[in-house]
């Protein structure tokens, strides 16, 4: 899913996240970064000769956004606070709940 979208010059620089953790980063369309994230990581590429950091962070605790922060040669280019998609939470609770339950037939009801 589509979270958030950065121009630079005259290129659109978008950020997506899956369900399932994966972060990546697509320039005009093609994809030119991609990690496995929950809580957040650092996404490299090139555009132009230039060197981009995205930043992403999502807190376990407290107020839950997305934070962004893309940077250019070590400069700070754009930031930004995203509400994520209340389904994407929604889609986690029973995937805890049987993990969860797994877990406990597994080590506890032997």
Excluded: C
Aim: hydrophobic share 40%.
């Amino acid at each position: 899913m589509k979270y958030a979208e950065f121009k630079i010059d005259s290129h659109r620089i978008e950020y997506w996240n899956s369900l399932f953790g994966i972060e990546k980063i697509l320039v005009e369309g093609t994809e030119v970064s991609k990690r496995f994230s929950f809580f957040g990581t650092r996404l490299r590429f090139e555009l132009n000769s230039d060197n981009y950091i995205l930043s992403s962070s999502y807190p376990a605790l407290g107020k839950r956004k997305i934070k962004l922060k893309l940077e250019k040669n070590g400069n700070l280019v754009g930031k930004l606070d995203i509400d994520p998609n209340p389904n994407q939470r929604i889609y986690w609770w029973p995937v805890i709940i049987i993990a969860a339950y797994l877990l406990f037939n597994a080590f506890y009801l032997k």
